[in-house]
């Protein structure tokens, strides 16, 4: 989905398999290309049957992007249909690394890296709702 608005995100969150909003756009990969989606874009993959597909996928996580890569964990909880991954077991381990990055980031001065002090406040204030999400304090 190319650049979604917040009520295309939670239109889609809510009911992924029925959802017909947003700008779609589709690319046909040629052999020895590549594509790269930022954290949280809703994407689908099909292939060719009669054609040898070789498919890796992994996660990225910038710097700059920790506060909208938290909003993405906490929604592919609050929506597990959102994701092809069982993120239960892992999002809290993965969450709680993160903060604890931002932290030691920020204490040798690299804030502005992580968007600056706004965003690592925003950032921390969607780990406490996620944070509550699974009963923690």
Partial sequence: MSH???????????????????????IILQPSQTIYFEGGTVHFVFRVTEYQTLFLGGHILRWSRVESWMKIVLNQIKFPNTTNE???FSAPKY???????????????RAEELGGEKA????????KEFDRY????
């Fill in 95 to 109: 969450a709680q690394t993160i903060a604890k990055l931002i932290v030691q980031r920020k204490k040798i001065g």
């Fill in 120 to 127: 690592i406040a925003r950032f921390f204030n969607i780990k």
């Fill in 134 to 137: 699974y009963g923690k304090s």
């Fill in 86 to 88: 069982d993120v239960r």
């Fill in 4 to 26: 979604p608005t917040e009520d295309e995100k939670n239109g889609w969150s809510s009911n992924p398999n029925g959802y017909k909003g947003g700008k779609l756009r589709y």
